[in-house]
């Protein structure tokens, strides 16, 4: 009788260990992943993506000018753009008419968004954009080569242009790096990419 409940255990806990490997992998892993990227930051307006590349159909490099070019990458205003060029359009667009497919937010909602950039301008003020993206000081990293090469904005960002707020997709840690750069033949001395 015992002898039997012990096989019957030991028998039940194999469905049950992978059980649990199973939501080890499907559940607990990806967080894991996950938390070694930045979680989505709050910004202070919520400017949505694909409003602008869908809906209005600007190229990423409208904003982003210096990412194609090089530029200088540490700081935020070298590659996000300042509220001047914000205000090529919104000095005319300046209440919303949303609603059309595709619009994430309510009017009442991208209008009050819409009025923070306007308020923005009018006090002269920059917009405090936090950073969704942040390698360490001691990393040299610069989008031009890698634009030369022929990545697009995707292969990193993921498909910036579909969402509302941007998040970081891919790890871009030392592992990744090095992997895609011995993938392509690219250097992989430590000091091309660190200072
Ligand atoms: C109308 C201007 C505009 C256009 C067009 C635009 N962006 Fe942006 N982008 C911004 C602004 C403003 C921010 C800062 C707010 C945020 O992080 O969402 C930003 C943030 C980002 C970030 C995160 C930067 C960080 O903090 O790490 C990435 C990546 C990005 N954009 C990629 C793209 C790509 C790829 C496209 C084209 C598919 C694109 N953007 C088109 C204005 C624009
Ligand atoms: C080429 C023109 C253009 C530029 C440049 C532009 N916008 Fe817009 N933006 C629009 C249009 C058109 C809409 C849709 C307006 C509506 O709601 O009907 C819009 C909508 C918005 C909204 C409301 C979001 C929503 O869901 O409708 C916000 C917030 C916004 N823009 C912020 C910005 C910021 C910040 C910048 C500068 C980084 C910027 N825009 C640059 C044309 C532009
Ligand atoms: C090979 C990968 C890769 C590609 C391709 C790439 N990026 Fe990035 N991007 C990064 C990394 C890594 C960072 C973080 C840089 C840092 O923290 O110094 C970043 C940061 C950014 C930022 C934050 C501000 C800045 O200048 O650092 C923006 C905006 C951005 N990328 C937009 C783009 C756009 C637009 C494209 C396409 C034209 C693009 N990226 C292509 C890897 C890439
Ligand atoms: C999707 C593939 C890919 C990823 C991801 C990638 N790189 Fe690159 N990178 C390349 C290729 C290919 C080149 C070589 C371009 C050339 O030969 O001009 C390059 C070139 C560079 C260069 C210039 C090297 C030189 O010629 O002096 C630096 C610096 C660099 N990468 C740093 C980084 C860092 C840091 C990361 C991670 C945050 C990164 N790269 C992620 C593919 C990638
Ligand atoms: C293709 C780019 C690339 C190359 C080549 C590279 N690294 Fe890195 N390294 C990175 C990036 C990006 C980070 C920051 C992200 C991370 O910690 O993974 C980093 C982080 C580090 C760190 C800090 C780790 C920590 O926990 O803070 C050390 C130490 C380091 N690298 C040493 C090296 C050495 C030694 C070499 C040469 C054998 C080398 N790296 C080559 C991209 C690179």
């Given at each position: 009788?015992?002898?039997?409940?012990?096989?019957?255990?030991?028998?039940?806990?194999?469905?049950?260990?992978?059980?649990?490997?199973?939501?080890?992998?499907?559940?607990?892993?990806?967080?894991?992943?996950?938390?070694?990227?930045?979680?989505?930051?709050?910004?202070?307006?919520?400017?949505?993506?694909?409003?602008?590349?869908?809906?209005?159909?600007?190229?990423?490099?409208?904003?982003?000018?210096?990412?194609?070019?090089?530029?200088?990458?540490?700081?935020?205003?070298?590659?996000?753009?300042?509220?001047?060029?914000?205000?090529?359009?919104?000095?005319?667009v300046a209440t919303s008419s949303v609603g059309a497919p595709g619009f994430k937010m309510d009017s009442a909602q991208a209008q009050a968004?819409?009025?923070?950039?306007?308020?923005?301008?009018?006090?002269?003020?920059?917009?405090?954009?936090?950073?969704?993206?942040?390698?360490?000081?001691?990393?040299?990293?610069?989008?031009?080569?890698?634009?030369?090469?022929?990545?697009?904005?995707?292969?990193?960002?993921?498909?910036?242009g579909s969402v509302g707020q941007v998040v970081q997709v891919r790890s871009l840690n030392m592992g990744d790096c090095v992997g895609c750069?011995?993938?392509?033949?690219?250097?992989?001395?430590?000091?091309?990419?660190?200072?």
């Amino acid at each position: 009788m015992g002898l039997n409940l012990r096989r019957v255990l030991i028998v039940a806990s194999i469905p049950g260990s992978l059980f649990a490997i199973a939501i080890f992998i499907t559940l607990v892993a990806p967080r894991l992943l996950a938390n070694t990227w930045h979680p989505a930051p709050k910004e202070p307006i919520a400017f949505d993506h694909s409003v602008h590349v869908q809906q209005v159909g600007l190229d990423c490099t409208f904003c982003h000018r210096n990412t194609a070019t090089g530029g200088a990458i540490g700081g935020m205003t070298a590659g996000i753009p300042d509220v001047q060029q914000c205000m090529f359009c919104h000095s005319a667009v300046a209440t919303s008419s949303v609603g059309a497919p595709g619009f994430k937010m309510d009017s009442a909602q991208a209008q009050a968004e819409i009025d923070k950039v306007r308020h923005a301008w009018q006090q002269q003020r920059a917009i405090d954009w936090e950073r969704v993206h942040r390698l360490p000081d001691h990393v040299r990293f610069t989008h031009e080569p890698h634009i030369q090469a022929g990545f697009d904005c995707a292969t990193c960002h993921g498909d910036v242009g579909s969402v509302g707020q941007v998040v970081q997709v891919r790890s871009l840690n030392m592992g990744d790096c090095v992997g895609c750069h011995r993938a392509n033949a690219a250097l992989t001395e430590c000091a091309t990419c660190h200072k």
